[in-house]
């Protein structure tokens, strides 16, 4: 039964969007699935302005709640696919403009114009001319004097039998002076002689020279491009325009969501993912989900005990690069992170973060058997194993196993000694 203007007593008891009575919640609450509050949610979808202190309804029914997170799903949907959608456009036009440019610009096309006899003298001479100049091309080591050359490989030249290509009708030729552009190209491209250049470690096969001397520098470890603000070094110049913005504060990709901005228009891209609720890259062996490749990857060397970042110092390995980073400030006695309470200085921020609940004594980390809390989740964690009696931590070398990481590392020290 719909609701009367007059029978409203309280706004406490209707609906925000519906007005109608029912099994209410708050619609400032969060969606789980998406992080999203409702009210936000709203005015996503409806524009409508919604706030805690506007002395409106501050409660949603069921149905509309259930019906809120479905519209949401559907614009969102609608809004990230147009963007794709528009993305992919942009890129093909672009790709379309890089091969009209090259076709105009390249020597191995012969004339839509040219008779058959020109055809073929055309094609023998270029795939001569090619074969030599590619055997005879090798790329300079690179100024720090390590020895990065390497060989372009040529991929054989394919021996291409015109009589396919003619097709005589009363003595003419296929290719006329009234053969359509379109059609030239086609069947130009068809007579193309292919070459391609591959790198001599991998086996990878590159489509120009540019892209070989880029991909090289991957296994030579070559990083030309340095930032002028900090001197870190990078293999590619678009990664320097990058990396600037940490300096400069710039971030130009913007969610339409939250409106949170990004350095990188991937980091947007996987953030969308915490609105949307996708986490399509799988980890194949415990079947946990993750909204980036790139987190996937960390976390199969959990799995596989991959460590491959280490310490030059130590030898130490790591599955993170950051980790790693954050390991070297140990033996530079680096501590960039400082309290502005006692001036106590911290290697990492995570560090500098649960020092502070020391002066404010907050500990948000409480244990549900015996309700003792924690500034840090893995003292709770540690903490927990004590009413479960698990002992998690193995000895590798004997039977031994301890409650807490701690422990275990003061026992491995007895079979150092």
Request: net charge positive.
């Given at each position: 039964m719909d609701l009367k203007l007059s029978d409203i007593e309280s706004f406490e008891s209707i609906c925000r969007t519906c007005m109608k009575k029912g099994t209410l919640i708050s619609i400032f609450l969060p969606n789980k699935k998406y992080a999203i509050k409702f009210s936000e949610m709203l005015h996503y979808c409806a524009e409508v302005e919604v706030s805690e202190n506007d002395n409106l309804p501050v409660h949603i029914c069921k149905q509309c709640k259930t019906n809120l997170v479905a519209l949401y799903k559907f614009k969102f949907t609608v809004k990230n696919s147009d963007a794709t959608l528009r993305q992919l456009l942009i890129d093909k036009n672009k790709k379309s403009e890089l091969k009209l440019e090259d076709f105009a610009n390249s020597n191995d096309f012969v004339t839509a114009t040219a008779s058959?006899?020109?055809?073929?003298?055309t094609l023998n001479d270029t795939a001569a001319s090619d074969k030599n100049s590619i055997k005879n091309e090798d790329l300079k080591p690179s100024d720090n004097g390590k020895d990065q050359s390497f060989v372009l490989h040529e991929i054989p030249v394919l021996d291409i039998k015109l009589d396919k290509y003619e097709d005589y009708d009363n003595g003419e030729s296929v290719l006329n002076h009234n053969t359509t552009k379109k059609s030239n190209k086609r069947q130009l491209k068809d007579k193309q002689i292919e070459k391609s250049y591959q790198c001599e470690v991998c086996g990878k096969i590159l489509s120009c020279r540019?892209?070989?001397?880029?991909?090289?520098?991957?296994?030579?470890?070559?990083?030309p491009f340095a930032?002028?603000?900090?001197?870190?070094?990078?293999?590619?110049?678009?990664?320097?325009?990058?990396?600037?913005?940490?300096?400069?504060?710039?971030?130009?990709?913007?969610?339409?969501?939250?409106?949170?901005?990004?350095v990188q228009y991937a980091a947007l891209t996987a953030h969308l993912r915490t609105h949307s609720g996708e986490r399509p890259h799988m980890c194949a062996i415990c079947g946990k989900s993750f909204s980036?490749?790139?987190?996937?990857?960390?976390?199969?060397?959990?799995?596989?005990?991959?460590?491959?970042?280490?310490?030059?110092?130590?030898?130490?390995?790591?599955?993170?690069?950051?980790?790693?980073?954050?390991?070297?400030r140990f033996h530079r006695n680096e501590r960039p992170f400082v309290c502005n309470v006692c001036g106590r200085r911290f290697v990492t921020s995570s560090h500098l973060t649960v020092h502070i609940k020391q002066h404010t004594g907050d500990r948000p980390h409480r244990c549900n058997l015996c309700g003792k809390a924690f500034a840090r989740s893995e003292h709770l964690k540690d903490h927990l194993v004590i009413h479960t009696g698990q002992k998690p931590h193995a000895c590798k070398l004997c039977p031994k196993r301890y409650t807490q990481s701690s422990h275990l590392n003061r026992h491995m020290k007895t079979h150092k000694s």
């Open positions: 058959d006899d020109d055809l073929k003298a540019s892209n070989l001397i880029q991909h090289m520098r991957k296994h030579t470890g070559e990083k930032c002028d603000l900090c001197e870190k070094r990078f293999a590619r110049a678009e990664h320097v325009t990058i990396h600037r913005r940490i300096h400069t504060g710039e971030r130009p990709h913007s969610c339409t969501i939250c409106h949170k901005s990004f980036q490749s790139v987190s996937l990857t960390y976390h199969t060397r959990t799995h596989t005990g991959e460590t491959p970042f280490k310490c030059k110092i130590c030898n130490k390995g790591f599955a993170h690069s950051g980790n790693l980073n954050i390991h070297m």
